[in-house]
């Protein structure tokens, strides 16, 4: 049974460019949230999806927007990216509100 | 809003028990976790306590429960080389219909051979 899965495992992008993450959760799991990891930093939250709406959204700009798709994978889009928008970008699976399982994350750095 | 705090790091000796410290401030969290990450890698579940609980054991982890104090330990018995990660502690938050998880800065184990 595969866990939760992303891509890529890294990416460099310029700062003003827009990056696409992307997120399979694991099987069985209909829920989707999205987690910022700053450097020395805990894992702060951005958003969950589910049901292919954003249902709950933490402090972050309308920069970062998300998407659900029918079989629950899942993407995350940041705009206009900003040095400081580079980190570790984690994806969690669940079934609704239950135990989130980790993937092992997109290393974004913006120069 | 919530705020989970840990201390930054823990030394201990290979087979010496290991204990992490937490505390938060939601008092109607539903359920608090501990995570595991190793350098370059995502976050392992560990274990979780559901808040009505004061302990729960699982192999060599041992989760502590203060809810008054909204304090939460994990002790590691037996701790390996192996074990060396940053534990992070989460608490769910308590709002009606929330599923966010609000995470410390975790706390470093090194463990000395």
């Known amino acids: 049974d595969a866990g939760v899965t992303q891509s890529p495992t890294h990416l460099i992008k310029t700062r003003g460019q827009q990056v696409t993450l992307r997120c399979s959760p694991k099987s069985g799991h209909d829920t989707v949230s999205w987690y910022q990891q700053a450097l020395g930093q805990g894992p702060q939250f951005i958003f969950q999806?589910?049901?292919?709406?954003?249902?709950q959204r933490g402090n972050f700009p309308d920069r970062f927007s998300g998407h659900q798709f029918p079989n629950y994978s899942s993407e995350l889009n940041v705009n206009a990216l900003l040095l400081g928008d580079s980190a570790l970008y984690l994806c969690a699976s669940s079934r609704w509100s239950s135990t989130q399982y980790f993937g092992p994350g997109t290393r974004l750095l913006v120069l | 809003g919530e705020d989970v705090e840990q201390s930054l790091f823990l030394s201990v000796r290979e087979g010496d028990s290991s204990v992490i410290n937490c505390t938060y401030t939601d008092s109607s969290s539903t359920y608090l976790y501990w995570y595991k990450q190793e350098p370059g890698a995502g976050l392992q579940l560990l274990t979780y306590?559901?808040?009505?609980?004061d302990m729960k054991q699982d192999q060599r982890l041992t989760v502590l429960l203060n809810k008054k104090d909204k304090h939460l330990s994990l002790r590691i018995a037996d701790t390996q080389t192996g074990d060396s990660a940053i534990y992070f502690c989460a608490e769910k938050e308590g709002q009606t219909g929330a599923n966010n998880l609000f995470f410390g800065t975790g706390t470093r184990l090194t463990v000395i051979p």
């Open positions: 306590i559901f808040s009505n609980m």
């Open positions: 999806y589910y049901e292919e709406e954003e249902r």
